[in-house]
């Protein structure tokens, strides 16, 4: 039978389903989008309640770190009167039942303009209306290796 299924999927009869990772990476891109859009409400329904998260960086050769909950985050967002632009690659997604993690580096922009980069780390939780972010940790850096997506492009 297994047979018979893939050979229905490679020609076009039955559509595979999407994967899990591919769900994943989907919940992380509407959460960008909501970011560039400015869209609170969007980011209420990818983002958990009680989720937070933690910028790192180094300052004066000491790390230095910035935490935050989800509320502060959708204040800072709706505040914002700038176009802000988050891009990753080259995803690391490990998924474990009802819990996933990403991890992929990154470049960040405002108003078109190179912000800073780094590296992102997400956990997200799969729930019944699908997989939300719970939280994450992310490097802020002014230095990384080129993005392999070039510049972005104008929205």
Same mark, same amino acid.
């Given at each position: 039978?297994? %047979?018979?299924?893939?050979?229905? #999927?490679?020609?076009?009869?039955?559509?595979?389903?999407?994967?899990?990772?591919?769900?994943?990476?989907?919940?992380?891109?509407?959460?960008?989008?909501?970011? %560039?859009?400015?869209?609170?409400?969007?980011?209420?329904?990818?983002?958990?309640?009680?989720?937070?998260?933690?910028?790192?960086?180094?300052?004066?050769?000491?790390?230095?770190?910035?935490a935050?909950?989800?509320?502060?985050?959708f204040?800072?967002?709706?505040?914002s009167?700038? %176009?802000?632009?988050?891009?990753i690659?080259?995803?690391? #997604?490990?998924?474990?039942?009802?819990?996933?993690?990403?991890?992929a580096?990154?470049?960040?922009?405002?108003?078109?303009?190179?912000?800073?980069?780094?590296?992102?780390?997400?956990?997200?939780?799969? %729930?019944?209306?699908?997989?939300?972010?719970?939280?994450?940790?992310?490097?802020?850096?002014?230095?990384?290796?080129?993005?392999?997506?070039?510049?972005?492009?104008?929205?």
């Amino acid at each position: 039978m297994g %047979t018979l299924l893939n050979w229905l #999927v490679s020609i076009g009869l039955i559509f595979a389903q999407p994967s899990e990772r591919d769900a994943v990476l989907k919940t992380m891109q509407a959460f960008f989008d909501t970011m %560039t859009a400015r869209d609170v409400d969007g980011a209420r329904e990818i983002l958990q309640p009680q989720g937070r998260f933690h910028a790192m960086q180094m300052k004066d050769g000491k790390p230095d770190v910035r935490a935050f909950a989800n509320e502060e985050y959708f204040a800072n967002l709706q505040a914002s009167k700038q %176009t802000m632009q988050e891009r990753i690659w080259n995803a690391e #997604v490990r998924i474990n039942g009802l819990i996933a993690t990403v991890t992929a580096p990154y470049d960040f922009w405002i108003d078109g303009k190179f912000s800073h980069c780094g590296v992102d780390a997400f956990d997200l939780i799969k %729930t019944e209306k699908g997989w939300k972010i719970a939280g994450g940790v992310y490097t802020v850096e002014q230095k990384c290796a080129p993005s392999p997506l070039g510049p972005p492009k104008p929205k």
